[in-house]
């Protein structure tokens, strides 16, 4: 494990996790701990916050924003998947999952405006199809979020915070 990565397990400031995190935006190997994510997640929501505040929600600096973001996010999420060993992959799922029950509630929206009575049934599909879609989200959010990494090394590196509780 690299000087870097322990010094990071070892901080409670969230703001140098949200760099150490930007600064690891294309790195898909390794494991991120729990803390690494949520102190990311605390960070990115205080930025947020701040942006919000000082250029207006509807800003192109907000939407560049959530895009920069977006990048460090991805490869924090695949590190964390990494850390309960399962594979990277299953970020695209989350992402698929979370994307389809969006568009599923866009349709049904659009399709209710206009609904008749015959209609129950393409509505019930609906329902049904996006109830899916949010439980493997949330399932997701609950394993990136709360599940403990393995103990030890795994098939994807060392531990990331075995040095700092030794």
């Known amino acids: 494990m690299s000087n870097l990565n322990k010094n990071i397990n070892a901080s409670d400031n969230p703001f140098e996790h949200w760099l150490f995190a930007v ?3 294309f790195d ?8 690494e994510f949520w102190m990311f ?14 250029f207006g929600k509807n800003s192109i600096i907000n939407s560049v924003w959530y895009l920069f973001s977006m990048f460090p996010y991805i490869a924090l999420m695949i590190r964390r998947f990494h850390d309960v060993d399962e594979s990277g992959w299953l970020t695209l799922v989350y992402y ?7 568009t599923l ?4 929206v659009y399709e209710a405006y206009e609904a008749k009575e015959s209609d129950f049934i393409f509505y019930f599909i ?25 103990p030890g090394p795994n098939k994807y590196g060392p531990n990331p915070i075995e040095d700092i509780i030794e």
């Open 41 to 54: 997640l605390v960070s990115s929501i205080i930025f947020d916050f701040l942006i919000i505040l000082l």
């Open 105 to 108: 509630v866009g349709l049904y």
């Open 126 to 150: 609906l329902l049904v199809l996006f109830t899916i879609c949010f439980v493997v989200s949330l399932w997701f959010s609950i394993i990136l979020a709360f599940e403990k990494g393995t």
């Open 23 to 25: 600064k690891r935006s």
């Open 28 to 35: 898909y190997k390794g494991r991120s701990s729990r803390k």
């Open 96 to 102: 698929g999952s979370f994307l389809l029950s969006l």
